[in-house]
């Protein structure tokens, strides 16, 4: 009997999208670049809805011409009704791409980006290596480097957690970030961020608080040091006077204003969702939104704030 339910399961989920099932393979607008793609999907059409829906394998391709010559850009992953799943990689390579007003790109930018039920979920990692030259009266100029970045980042259904890691060379020299989230996407314990004067900026959190910043030198002799017990240890008690009638309106997270109102803004999560591949918004399927991450009409710092549930 178990058998019978299991088979007549599997008939009716094939009977609902197998026979169903169709291919796309033709052109697709790439909106980032205004120029036209090729992608291959397979699809089904909603009977409830009727809009069609992408499930099974994804692949996109683009070569770039006119002014995005020397550029060309793949995706490739998996949907299940609609939403992405499983491992997505997004590359976009570079050969001599741009012009001699602001030189030619050589190299790679690459995202290896896992997703279930349209949320990251699982490791991220963001690799990216580009040089420039320029052409000058019949010869190339040798090559010089432009970016050359890595970030690693973990997921649980949607929200950043565990470890994070971050190095960033440029023009401007090499910058470098670490620290740890909870479950909940809370920065824990210290975050360390190394400028490119050798500057370290150590933040020590605590119970979801900024509870002591520290700037120290590049010899490590302590510039600057800010502690912030006495404003801990009021959201302490309050917490235990409260209890769970009221929660904090404001907190350090990844979903934070405060992360653009204090020494805590992360030079590594900018680079991770800078890249237009993170959020390829005409591929679609539970690409994610980060809601007020960095939000910019806040215009006052990370207080305690109370306020009933």
Known sequence: MKNLIILVTIILYNSSFGQNVKTYSGQITDEGLNQIGKAVYTYYEDL???????????????IGTGSQQGMTRTVSGKFVKGLKDGIWIFTTTYKDAGNNSAGYFTGTETLIANYKNGKANGNWKTTISIQNRFYYYGKWTPFKLLKLTTVNANFRQ???????????????????????????????????????????????????MLYEFIERSSSGQVNRRELNKELYDSWITAKKTFKDNFELSYLFST???????????????????????????????????????????????????????
């Open 158 to 208: 949607g929200t950043m957690v565990g470890a994070f890691k971050a190095n960033i060379e440029d023009t401007y020299g090499k910058r470098s970030e670490v620290g740890n989230l909870d479950s909940n996407g809370y920065f824990i314990g210290t975050w360390k961020k190394t400028m490119v004067n050798g500057t370290v900026f150590e933040n020590t959190f605590k119970d979801k």
């Open 48 to 62: 409830d809805t009727r809009d069609y829906i992408k499930h099974g394998l994804f692949k996109y391709s683009f």
């Open 255 to 309: 979903e934070s204003s405060c992360l653009r109102m204090t020494n805590v803004d992360s030079p590594g999560i900018e680079e991770l969702f800078s890249t237009e591949l993170s959020l390829y918004s005409n591929v679609g399927g539970g690409d994610l939104s980060f809601g007020d991450r960095y939000n910019s009409e806040a215009e006052f710092g990370c207080w305690i704030d109370l306020k009933k549930k």
